[in-house]
């Protein structure tokens, strides 16, 4: 399944990267809720994590290498429920955005 990276953060070299070319248009205040959730997931139990559209433009959040399992797992569940609306409002601007380009 095919994957679009909106953001992610890296625990090991500290560092958040956003894609910026493709959703660029998102605002300010989107962005920077995104950098935090990413950051602290980072922060709490290591790791990277990774958030991205599939080609159902539903946002996956995927993680790799935490330094604690279960608390990486118990972090996700959190998060999703912590920002489910602002991930569901992602999720239709992706359909939108998407759709917009293709016509």
Partial sequence: ?????????????MKFYF????YGILPKAVKEELRVLCVLY???VGGAITLS???????RITTLAP?????????????QQQYEE????????????DG???Q
Avoid: P, W, Y
């Fill in 1 to 13: 399944m095919e994957t679009t990276v909106l953001c992610g953060a890296n625990a090991t070299n």
């Fill in 67 to 79: 330094i604690d399992e279960i608390g990486a797992e118990l972090k996700v569940k959190a998060i």
């Fill in 100 to 102: 917009a380009e293709e």
């Fill in 42 to 44: 980072c922060s709490d």
């Fill in 86 to 97: 602002l991930f569901s409002m992602l999720e239709e601007f992706s359909r939108q955005f």
């Fill in 53 to 59: 559209f599939d080609e159902t433009h539903r946002l």
């Fill in 19 to 22: 894609n910026e070319e493709r």
